[in-house]
């Protein structure tokens, strides 16, 4: 059984690709406008909240949820960019995924996403690997499922410690794609002769 799904930033760039992918592949989801009041009794109803937001606004309204998701699994797709989009403005030994534990203590959080552009979510022909970090693996697991059903191939790097390396990723990613002037979809992707994909 597909999990229920609220998207918060449904109406930005990175909101509205991922609600396209997620009605196209049948998901029951929700979207919400960030600027307008959230309906909390619905999204916390759901299975999966993602907050498809900007860093600060992401800290911001995961302080308005606070304890309303109890067990649910939270969604963290923000970069803390730099003006300069070459680094993040969270302290070495955190990031943005990490902070939401202190708003929502309850909730099951997963940095996922974060990794794919604009671009790769608009683009019905764009297929990148993208990655998944957590300490709840079962909760994981849900979301590497239906990053999987929107077109995307997940792979989990270990618990939320590694989000630090992940919002990092952006950044060099953006710096290449600027440099070179890359056009169009640009994302990861891991080769390996002979692959296979075991869950670890």
């Excluded at 299975?47 to 649910?72: F, K, M, N, T």
């Excluded at 995924?97 to 022909?125: C, F, Y």
């Amino acid at each position: 059984m597909q999990p229920t799904i609220s998207i918060i930033g449904a109406n930005g760039t990175m909101g509205s690709g991922l609600l396209t992918r997620l009605r196209q592949a049948e998901f029951n989801v929700h979207g919400f406008d960030q600027d307008t009041p959230i309906d909390l009794a619905q999204v916390c109803a759901s299975d999966v909240i993602i907050l498809a937001v900007p860093y600060e606004a992401e800290q911001s309204i995961a302080h308005e949820l606070g304890s309303s998701v109890h067990q649910r699994i939270v969604i963290s797709m923000s970069n803390p960019l730099t003006k300069t989009l070459d680094d993040v403005v969270t302290p070495h030994d955190t990031s943005s995924a990490e902070m939401l534990v202190q708003h929502m203590p309850d909730a099951r959080i997963v940095k996922a996403l974060n990794t794919i552009g604009a671009a790769a979510l608009s683009e019905p022909h764009a297929r990148f690997d993208t990655f998944v970090a957590s300490d709840d693996r079962e909760a994981a697991l849900v979301v590497e499922d239906i990053i999987t059903a929107i077109g995307f191939r997940p792979w989990y790097v270990g618990g939320l410690i590694l989000s630090r390396t992940l919002e990092r990723m952006t950044a060099l990613m953006i710096g290449v794609t600027m440099r070179y002037e890359l056009e169009g979809a640009v994302g990861w992707k891991i080769e390996h002769n002979a692959m296979k994909e075991p869950r670890p």
